[in-house]
């Protein structure tokens, strides 16, 4: 069965250092993946899609990286800030399709 | 308005009772779903409504019961539920539709309905 990975369930990091968040799949060949942020009691909230001919993908401090042959996609916040302090979620499409099946998050605390 | 709306944000209910959850968005999506949160675990699919039909059904039980009345609104429907249907219950929303651009297919969550059965 499909199957979605996130290494490390927790993350802490300090300010101002890039962060680092993995995300592996087994028995799926997604066309596109995206990636979400989490904050408690709320609905997850779209930060990037990056396509399965697509590399990496960038939007202000974010990156995403995505290896179709190493079945991951990294995803990197840079210069972190307090306020980043969420968890992540990345999720894939089944099929062609749109319904997702999300990684069970990272939890990212970044110190002041 | 880039928003998905869910009432209410609480709901206690009692193993016998019907109560419905509700979803709106008016960004003119074609897409429309409902997924299942349990503490520290993510999101689960339960039900995805495409050009207000349902496509898919992840076996859900049936005393979960979806409707999709017009296209920004979404209802779910909640008969005889057991305690461990307590969770969140988060609806969303997309542009994009299975087979479409890829470009489209980000999903608008709403903020949930918090479910305690009792």
């Known amino acids: 069965s499909q199957k979605i990975e996130q290494n490390s369930e927790a993350l802490n990091i300090q300010e101002g250092k890039t962060a680092t968040l993995t995300c592996n799949y087994t028995?799926?060949?997604?066309?596109?993946l995206q990636w979400y942020r989490q904050d408690p009691g709320r609905g997850p909230v779209f930060l990037l899609l990056i396509r399965e001919n697509e590399k990496e993908k960038r939007k202000e401090r974010l990156k995403v990286t995505f290896d179709t042959t190493l079945k991951q996609s990294l995803f990197h916040i840079t210069a972190s800030q307090p306020a980043d302090s969420a968890t992540y979620l990345c999720?894939?499409?089944?099929?062609?399709?749109?319904?997702?099946?999300f990684g069970k998050g990272t939890t990212l605390s970044v110190s002041s | 308005d880039t928003e998905v709306t869910q009432t209410p944000k609480h709901l206690v209910m009692g193993m016998t009772n019907k109560k419905s959850l509700k979803c709106e968005q008016h960004?003119?999506?074609?897409?429309m779903y409902w997924y299942k949160q349990k503490a520290k675990k993510p999101p689960e699919l339960m039900f995805v409504y495409s050009y207000e039909k349902l496509s898919i059904n992840e076996s859900v039980p049936s005393r979960f019961s979806p409707e999709c009345p017009n296209s920004s609104l979404l209802n779910l429907h909640l008969h005889a539920l057991q305690p461990e249907d307590s969770a969140l219950y988060l609806c969303?929303?997309?542009?994009?539709?299975?087979?479409?651009?890829?470009?489209?297919?980000?999903?608008?969550f709403g903020p949930g309905t918090r479910l305690t059965v009792l």
């Open positions: 960004m003119g999506h074609r897409a």
């Open positions: 028995n799926y060949s997604p066309a596109y």
């Open positions: 969303a929303s997309s542009q994009g539709v299975a087979g479409g651009p890829l470009d489209y297919n980000e999903q608008f």
């Open positions: 999720a894939l499409a089944r099929q062609a399709g749109t319904a997702l099946i």
